[in-house]
Antibody, heavy 125, light 113 residues
Framework: QLQLQESGPGLVKPSETLSLTCTVS??????????WGWIRQPPGKGLEWIAS???????FYNPSLKSRVTMSVDTSKNQFSLKLSSVTAADTSIFYC?????????????????WGQGSLVTVSS | DIVMTQSPDSLAVSLGERATINCKSS????????????LAWYQQKPGQPPKVLIS???TRESGVPDRFSGSGSGTDFTLTISSLQAEDVAVYYC?????????FGQGTRLEIK
């Protein structure tokens, strides 16, 4: 059974960089089919896709956050990571990692089928 | 970006009654190569990540009770719960996976009347 688990600091100061890691177990991150993504959810609010990465390191970012987001992958550890820079209180959210197929040109995507439990990150001084 | 708009924002339905949630996309999410709409429905209960219920607008995921059904095409979609159970209290989201950026509806909160 595939499992994803987010880890990282729960508190980040304004203007600093938020860093999270997702560890995948029960399956390989080096799948030829799937992308690995981050989704955030401000407390009590809706879902926003942040970015996704392929095991080769190919990345796709939401244009609304692209200037502040960096994703990376470590296939040896079966992990992928998110960095969000210059954070403000508005970035306070539960961050989820999840698996999906990214839509590419003539190829459809897929829903996010496996999710981590989520990691609450609060931006506050 | 494809904007997903759900209605209503909240809904109260009596146990055993039908619940209907609507989702409209700002452009078609019908994928001609697959002859299907790239539209999913999720259920999110408090303190849990979202769980996918329906993919391709109308395909129930494995293990999802058959009281949940999805319909629609093009730009207008519906999630129907045929006979509401207490465990169905949750927030429901639609999501398009037709193109990036992937986008979600704002959510519909379903409660018991």
């Amino acid at each position: 059974q595939l499992q994803l688990q987010e880890s990282g600091p729960g508190l980040v100061k304004p203007s600093e960089t938020l860093s999270l890691t997702c560890t995948v177990s029960g399956g390989s991150i080096s799948s030829s089919t799937y992308y690995w993504g981050w989704i955030r959810q401000p407390p009590g609010k809706g879902l926003e896709w942040i970015a996704s990465i392929y095991y080769t390191g190919s990345t796709f970012y939401n244009p609304s956050l692209k200037s502040r987001v960096t994703m990376s992958v470590d296939t040896s550890k079966n992990q992928f990571s998110l960095k969000l820079s210059s954070v403000t209180a508005a970035d306070t959210s539960i961050f989820y990692c999840a698996r999906h197929v990214l839509p590419r040109g003539y190829t459809s995507g897929s829903p996010f089928d496996y999710w981590g439990q989520g990691s609450l990150v609060t931006v506050s001084s | 970006d494809i904007v997903m708009t759900q209605s209503p924002d909240s809904l109260a339905v009596s146990l055993g009654e039908r619940a209907t949630i609507n989702c409209k996309s700002s452009q078609s999410v019908f994928h001609s190569s697959y002859n299907k709409a790239s539209l999913a429905w999720y259920q999110q209960k408090p303190g849990q990540p979202p769980k996918v219920l329906i993919s391709w607008a109308s395909t129930r995921e494995s293990g999802v009770p058959d009281r949940f059904s999805g319909s629609g095409s093009g730009t207008d979609f519906t999630l129907t719960i045929s006979s509401l159970q207490a465990e169905d209290v949750a927030v429901y989201y639609c999501q398009q996976y037709y193109s990036t950026p992937i986008t979600f509806g704002q959510g519909t909160r379903l409660e018991i009347k």
